[in-house]
């Protein structure tokens, strides 16, 4: 069974920052990605950055700059660190962790809100 805990939300003024974490538990294969999503309301999830365990990163075009992930392999938990908010960074953030040939082993975490307004 694999477990993702979440956390590191809040709410925060325009143009500050978060830190969020994700620590990941379970049988989880070493070769694996590690990522962030987010949700606003009334839209799509949609992806926010992911990292391998190998250390490539695929970010949103929307944060690229303003958001850096990280990861500590030997602890399987990834961090997102957000600058330079702004209110359409508002939505539920979840932590996602996938391996195999097509992703078939896919866990989600259980998602942390973030909340940027003044």
């Known amino acids: 069974q694999v477990q993702l805990v979440e956390s590191g939300g809040g709410l925060v003024q325009p143009g500050g920052s978060l830190r969020l974490s994700c620590a990941a538990s379970?049988?989880?294969?070493?070769?694996?990605?590690m990522g962030w999503y987010r949700q606003a309301p009334g839209k799509q999830r949609e992806l926010v950055a992911t990292m391998t365990s190998g250390g490539s990163t695929n970010y949103a075009d929307s944060v690229k700059g303003r958001f850096t992930i990280s990861r500590d392999n030997a602890k399987n938990t990834v961090y997102l660190r957000m600058n330079s908010l702004n209110s359409e960074d508002t939505a539920v953030y979840y932590c996602n962790v996938a391996w195999g040939f097509r992703s078939e082993y896919n866990y989600w975490g259980q998602g942390t809100q973030v909340t940027v307004s003044s």
């Open positions: 379970g049988s989880i294969d070493r070769l694996n990605v």
